[in-house]
């Protein structure tokens, strides 16, 4: 029997909380020890994934410690494609690193559905090389199957300290 929309979607919401409780814990305290010395968290994502720092804003702004990384490049809203050809470009994460300097002691979480492309996959390296603390949010179905953009041939989720499933489908939307 096929599932509806709404079931599929209380399913991965159980699937998560079964599952993945420990490493949202992780990161929290991840977070938690960032702020409490007095350094930063920084949360990005692209393309579909700009949501997840967009909804940290919303509910942290007015914070000293929290800095979303909301890039106009990086949304859909303006030109679609032009966010798929930059999450793609493993140099700009330069360019990232030049507007939100990272350091150590700070911490950077990543979102992405694939975890694949490679100005993810290039930040994820400078944080663990800048001895940041790094947070990876990927859907474990859809990023151990695909091939890295990247030409270290890795996902993003293999220099995380911690890794968060999102339990979602394979691809990154749901339909009946």
């Not at 702020?35 to 702004?61: C, D, I, N, W």
């Not at 940041?132 to 990927?138: D, E, R, W």
């Not at 091939?147 to 220099?159: I, L, P, V």
């Amino acid at each position: 029997m096929n599932k509806t929309y709404h079931q599929q979607v209380h399913t991965i919401f159980k699937e998560v909380f079964a599952q993945q409780s420990a490493n949202i814990i992780k990161a929290c305290e991840l977070g938690f020890a960032s702020v409490q010395s007095g350094k930063k968290f920084y949360v990005l994502g692209t393309g579909h994934s700009h949501m997840m720092p967009e909804e940290f804003f919303a509910r942290l702004k007015g914070t000293d410690f929290f800095t979303p990384i909301i890039m106009p490049e990086f949304m859909l809203h303006q030109f679609p494609h032009k966010s798929t050809v930059i999450e793609r470009l493993a140099p700009y994460a330069d360019i990232v690193l030049s507007l939100y300097p990272i350091s150590e002691g700070d911490t950077m979480m990543l979102v992405s559905n694939s975890g694949r492309n490679g100005l993810l996959v290039e930040l994820a390296i400078k944080t663990k090389q800048a001895n940041a603390n790094l947070i990876t949010c990927v859907n474990h179905k859809q990023a151990k199957v695909i091939t890295s953009r990247h030409s270290s041939g890795k996902n993003m989720a293999d220099f995380a300290d911690v890794v968060i499933d999102n339990c979602g489908v394979f691809g990154d939307a749901l339909h009946e």
